[in-house]
């Protein structure tokens, strides 16, 4: 058996090889058993595996499956922008009386300022704002720092739209889902709305999109965001739902 280590990728045998991950780090117990952390190489999932469950993936199968998922988010993108077009024409045609054909009558996307706990995420999602073409500022902010920072960079960008993401789990072994300090990082997460909502309490002056996989959600609201994940605390990927689709890269 190939010997596995930190930077393979690799796929789970017991979830017939559905997702693929890379090996973050690699802990020894005192029985000298090891277990495999692993983080989702294009969906945001971070999990856990003995050795045996795990099969190390060639490199022509792992550009196999970028492409395929590559394939599904730009077919996604390609609804949106057909969504979007089809509701501008039919605005112009509503309208025409009324308005000039200054597209500006119609509306821009918000200008979006995403702060997440993982670069390779927040890059992925870069591209995506910018093939949908909305105005975005990407920064990488460990998720405990956002409170920190999240003010400053408020004032400094005024974005629309606030997102607030990264890694988050129900601590191993806690079963009380209403203690905000059973989950890793759903604290931090709510801090940082709050302050947000300090800087602008119009809940349609500034939108937020707040949390990850199995975030508190409940705790995330009422501190005052728009949206949070994951209210059953689930895995989220993304969402179509009558046309309207929300891409969630979470974890």
């Known amino acids: 058996m190939t010997e596995l280590r930190v930077g393979d990728i690799v796929a789970r045998k017991s979830y017939d090889y559905d997702i693929l991950f890379k090996i973050t780090d690699i802990i020894n117990d005192s029985n000298n058993k090891k277990t495999f952390i692993l983080k989702g190489t294009n969906l945001r999932i971070i999990a856990d595996s003995p050795e045996g469950d795990l099969e190390k993936v060639s490199a022509n199968k792992v ?32 309208h025409i009386s009324e308005y000039t054909r200054d597209s500006n009558h119609f509306g821009r996307a918000g200008k979006v300022l995403h702060l997440d706990g993982d670069g390779e995420y927040i890059d992925v999602c870069l591209k995506v704002y910018e093939q949908l073409d909305i105005e975005a500022i990407g920064k990488i902010i ?86 949070a994940s994951s209210p059953h605390r689930t895995l989220v990927l993304y969402v179509q739902k009558d046309k309207q689709y929300s891409i969630w890269i979470h974890g």
């Open 142 to 227: 460990d998720e405990k720092e956002q409170p920190k920072v999240v003010d400053k960079l408020l004032r400094e960008h005024n974005p629309d739209i606030l997102i607030l993401t990264g890694h988050d789990s129900i601590l191993k072994g806690k079963e009380d889902f209403t203690d905000i300090e059973n989950y890793r990082n759903s604290k931090y997460f709510t801090e940082s709305v709050r302050i947000a909502r300090q800087y602008e309490s119009s809940m349609d002056e500034l939108v937020i999109f707040a949390g990850a996989c199995q975030s508190y959600f409940e705790a995330i609201i009422k501190a005052g965001a728009n949206f």
């Open 63 to 94: 550009n196999q499956f970028n492409k395929g998922f590559n394939k599904e988010i730009n077919r996604i993108v390609r609804n949106i922008l057909k969504d979007r077009k089809d509701t501008q024409f039919k605005n112009l045609t509503r």
